[in-house]
Every structure is written in structure tokens, then in C-alpha cells.
């Protein structure tokens, strides 16, 4: 069965910080990628980071510089942690694995071809 479990989010002050987790199985761990994705209300789905197996990583410039993609092998965790947190950064962020194709992982930090696998999001509030 494939689960990918989020946790970590809640509510801070413009400038703080707040690291998310994804914990999910041995198999969709060992996916070719893996990425976080926002939503905010109102807007469309945005990829922000991601992940290849071989540790490689892309960030959206929306992000980059503040936010951190990382992985766990020994938990089969995936984190995403947040510094200098913004109110525009508030959304519900999920954690989604590519299992079905290594070259949508070419793709940039804001595309979701590939990702069939996803957590039940994460709400992350910012307040000015």
C-alpha cells in the first residue's frame, strides 16, 4: 500500500521557521524522485522542491535560499525545512513521489508530471 504520511505544520510569524516531514514506505521511498508541492486558496498547485534518488535537488525561486529539501534513508522520510517564512508562503504543502518515469524528473521544481503518489497535505500558516 502506498502512504506517504505528513506532518509538522502549523502557525508562525513572518520569519520563523517550521521544518515538515513525510514518512512513507521502503517502496515509494525508493522512487526516482521526490518533491513538496503547495496550494494556496484560490491558486493553482505549485511544485517548490525536489528530490532525485541520487540526491540531487531543484527549488523554485519562490523558495530558493530559504527552504531545504532533504531525505532520511535510515526513516524513509523526506523534510522539508522553511526558514524565513513569509505570509505569501502560506498554503497546504504536500509530500508526492514519482514512481512511474526518471525523466519527469528532469522536469523543473514546478512540474508535476510523474508525481502518482501523494501525501494528505500539511496546512503551514505564516502571520505578518
Known amino acids: 500500500q502506498v502512504q506517504l504520511v505528513e506532518s509538522g505544520g502549523g502557525s508562525v510569524q513572518s520569519g520563523g521557521s517550521l521544518r515538515l516531514s513525510c514518512t512513507m514506505s521502503?517502496?515509494?521511498?525508493?522512487?526516482?524522485?521526490m518533491g513538496w508541492f503547495r496550494q494556496a486558496p484560490g491558486k493553482e498547485r505549485e511544485g517548490i522542491a525536489k528530490?532525485?534518488?541520487?540526491?540531487?535537488?531543484k527549488y523554485a525561486d519562490s523558495v530558493k535560499g530559504r527552504f531545504t529539501i532533504s531525505q532520511d534513508n535510515a526513516k524513509n522520510t523526506l523534510y522539508l525545512q522553511m526558514n524565513s517564512l513569509k505570509p505569501e508562503d502560506t498554503a497546504m504543502y504536500y509530500c508526492?513521489?514519482?514512481?512511474?518515469?526518471?525523466?519527469?524528473?528532469?522536469?523543473?521544481?514546478?512540474?508535476?508530471?510523474?508525481?502518482?503518489?501523494w501525501g494528505q497535505g500539511a496546512q503551514v500558516t505564516v502571520s505578518s
Open positions: 508526492a513521489a514519482n514512481r512511474f518515469s526518471r525523466t519527469y524528473c528532469n522536469d523543473g521544481p514546478s512540474s508535476g508530471r510523474g508525481f502518482g503518489y
Open positions: 521502503r517502496t515509494t521511498y525508493s522512487s526516482f524522485c
Open positions: 528530490i532525485d534518488n541520487g540526491g540531487g535537488t
